[in-house]
């Protein structure tokens, strides 16, 4: 018989065979006869090669390894795909993204992405994926198994990939780069939003007091600053911060440590948020401004301390002689005051003052400034509250009485 050949037909489905004891086979599999059964649990084949290939995968048989890297297979068909992964051959297209893979169920799996089939969902809190292998790792999650771990510093990841990102922070790698203002990034994905940042995209947005938010995590942390929800707390003064990194910053200010450098005076600070203001200060950019005075400030918080003294709040109150104070920061030179803490002290003659203004009004003293004068015959003052005293005189004001009758 010729080669090619095919000359025995098949009546149901047309196909043909070029012998007839294949098309015997074949009918069978129209009967639905299966006479070769799995001896392990009771699976049959129609033909002996299928039940040989069965009987390979439950018993762990790997006959089929791979030249290039050892890895053996049960079925040639496993090997055949891995070969084209090292061959770096992706015969199978997506017609919407024109991404390539090596396998056809990779394939499907990822236009199910595309129509956002997602038919393996977790038991436990019902969270649906595309891939079976994802749910896997997910319930990882929940079950707390952590297999991948960090060699460097010992942290241990469920998933692969996410200790290779892990990876990348110790190393210092950075490959993805921003194109309008260089920034760089260890991930793809965190290049994608600092891209939304540039192009003003806040698609999180808060339904309590409508910020919007360029991801959805940071949307998150700021509803639990709603709900008054701080589960970062420090060990050494009991300070609860509703982020980690808050918490991390705050534990640097206990360890002293200033990374963040002024290239003009050379103060530090422990947050890269404060240098700025501080840059700002340098730069005599002051964005706040007093609606009443119109005295503008370099931070926010700064204006909200100066609205204080229009209102008259008043709600630091010294505990010792029940004085209040507008600001925290007068409250404590006040409580160092009935400390007898003098920390600011005169190079000339050694009297130390609890404020630096006053060590400063002291030194014009030493050098004969006066920048305090008298209105009606000019005679000047280094001190306001001496010009006041003065003026007083003036005034036939008598602030100064007897107590005894």
């Given at each position: ?158 998933e692969k990939g996410t200790l ?115 840059m700002d200060k340098h730069a ?122």
């Amino acid at each position: 018989m010729n080669a090619g050949i095919k000359n025995v037909e098949s009546d149901i489905c047309g196909k043909s065979f070029t012998q007839k004891g294949t098309l015997e086979r074949h009918m069978d599999v129209h009967a639905g006869i299966n006479n070769r059964e799995c001896d392990l649990h009771g699976e049959a084949f129609t033909r002996k090669g299928h039940l040989k290939r069965h009987m390979d995968t439950d018993t762990g048989i790997n006959n089929h390894e791979c030249d290039v890297c050892g890895k053996s297979f049960t079925k040639k068909p496993y090997l055949k795909s891995h070969m084209d992964m090292h061959a770096g051959i992706k015969n199978h297209t997506c017609a919407i993204c024109g991404k390539a893979f090596i396998r056809k169920n990779h394939l499907k799996s990822h236009m199910d992405m595309h129509a956002g089939i997602k038919n393996h969902t977790c038991a436990i809190c019902g969270k649906a994926f595309i891939r079976k292998n994802h749910l896997k790792l997910h319930m990882d999650m929940h079950a707390g198994i952590k297999n991948h771990k960090c060699a460097i510093c010992g942290k241990a990841f469920t998933e692969k990939g996410t200790l290779k990102r892990h990876i990348h922070m110790h190393t210092g790698t950075k490959n993805h780069e921003c194109d309008v203002c260089g920034k760089a990034f260890t991930q793809k994905g965190t290049l994608k939003l600092h891209m939304d940042v540039h192009a003003g995209i806040h698609n999180s947005e808060c339904e309590v007091c409508g910020k919007a938010f360029t991801r959805k995590s940071h949307l998150k942390l700021h509803m639990e600053m709603h709900a008054g929800i701080r589960n970062h707390v420090c060990d050494i003064c009991g300070k609860a911060f509703t982020r980690r990194g808050t918490l991390n910053l705050h534990m640097d200010k206990h360890a002293g440590i200033k990374n963040h450098k002024c290239a003009i005076c050379g103060k530090a600070f422990t947050e890269k948020g404060f240098l700025k203001l501080h840059m700002d200060k340098h730069a005599g950019i002051k964005n706040h401004v007093c609606d009443i005075c119109g005295k503008a400030f370099t931070r926010k918080s700064c204006l909200n301390r100066h609205m204080n003294i229009h209102t008259g709040i008043k709600n630091h109150i010294c505990d010792i002689c029940g004085k209040a104070f507008t600001e925290k920061g007068t409250l404590k030179l006040h409580m160092d005051m009935h400390a007898g803490i003098r920390n600011h002290v005169c190079d000339i003659c050694g009297k130390a003052f609890t404020r630096k203004r006053h060590l400063k009004q002291h030194m014009d003293m030493h050098v004969c400034i006066k920048n305090h004068g008298c209105d009606i015959f000019g005679k000047a003052f280094t001190l306001k509250g001496n010009l006041n005293h003065h003026m007083a005189v003036h005034a036939g004001t008598k602030i100064h009485y007897c107590d005894v009758p």
